[in-house]
């Protein structure tokens, strides 16, 4: 069967038929489809290609500043726990938990959830605070 000359819309395509099979419309529409497809899947692949590459670059920079802030730590900071610092300091918890809450002492820096005092931060405390 072949179909008459004119205009012939599928699937969102414009057709100029010249005495055209209906199988070579089909044919044609598949071929439209696939290329559609695979220029997708080409878009889709850069972009997650693209994203990797950002993800990779972030955790190489977060490894060298830990690294950094490590190296940091081990040269010549000594660092002291809440237990450490009582028994330094022969304080009981509660007033360096208290002492800590009214502003007296600041811890340098966490460890998970565990508060760490330098010497420097010490020094401040037992200079500025007074009975």
């Given at each position: 069967?072949?179909?008459?000359?004119?205009?012939?819309?599928v699937g969102?395509?414009?057709?100029?038929?010249?005495?055209?099979?209906?199988?070579?419309?089909?044919?044609?529409?598949r071929?439209l489809?696939h290329?559609?497809?695979?220029?997708m899947?080409?878009?889709?692949?850069n972009?997650?290609?693209?994203i990797a590459d950002?993800?990779?670059?972030?955790v190489?920079?977060?490894v060298?500043?830990?690294?950094?802030?490590?190296?940091v730590n081990?040269?010549?900071?000594k660092?002291?726990?809440?237990?450490?610092?009582?028994?330094?300091?022969h304080?009981?918890?509660?007033?360096?938990?208290?002492?800590?809450?009214?502003?007296?002492?600041?811890?340098?820096?966490y460890?998970?959830?565990?508060?760490l005092?330098?010497q420097?931060?010490?020094?401040?405390y037992?200079n500025n605070?007074?009975?």
């Amino acid at each position: 069967m072949v179909i008459p000359m004119g205009f012939l819309f599928v699937g969102g395509i414009t057709f100029f038929l010249s005495k055209i099979s209906p199988e070579a419309i089909v044919r044609k529409s598949r071929i439209l489809r696939h290329q559609k497809k695979r220029k997708m899947d080409e878009l889709i692949n850069n972009i997650a290609k693209t994203i990797a590459d950002q993800i990779v670059n972030r955790v190489l920079e977060r490894v060298e500043q830990s690294s950094q802030s490590i190296n940091v730590n081990n040269i010549g900071m000594k660092l002291y726990t809440t237990k450490q610092l009582c028994e330094m300091l022969h304080i009981s918890k509660a007033k360096l938990y208290r002492h800590r809450e009214q502003g007296y002492l600041r811890p340098t820096k966490y460890v998970g959830r565990t508060p760490l005092y330098d010497q420097a931060a010490i020094d401040a405390y037992l200079n500025n605070f007074s009975y």
